[in-house]
């Protein structure tokens, strides 16, 4: 019995290295990275709406960048480059936003303390 295992195991071999082969061939052929580009416009115009070309724009600058270069990637047909940098464009956006968020936080945070010590000046202020 061993020597019929022995005797397929070339051919088991064979067939798993094969298989490795078409399955790396078909991962490399991939499509147009639609969606990852789709994505990454609408994290920019996200970032936007939430004020990062005011408080987050070096943030932005660098996601319309990557957004571009993987356009200019998608035309010259590098689909793999096209989508990771599409993916880096959808992150950095969503850095930009979330920056911008945070800035307009603190600003209203600020105002709010602002407003407090107004309040409490003019209690002292009062007569008792």
Known sequence: ?????????????AASVLAVLFVTGCASKMGPPVAELSS???????????????H??????????KLSQAEAAMRSEDFERAK?????AAV?????EARAR???????????QESIETLRGEL???PK
């Open 1 to 13: 019995m061993n020597l019929s295992v022995s005797k397929y195991r070339p051919l088991t071999m």
């Open 40 to 54: 990454a416009q609408s994290s920019l115009s996200q970032a936007e709406s939430a004020g990062a070309r005011t």
């Open 56 to 65: 987050a724009p070096l943030e932005l600058l660098t996601a319309r960048e």
């Open 84 to 88: 990771v940098l599409a993916e880096q």
């Open 92 to 96: 950095d956006a969503r850095l930009a």
């Open 102 to 112: 945070t800035v307009r936080s603190q600003r209203a945070v600020t105002e709010v």
């Open 124 to 126: 002292d202020r009062r």
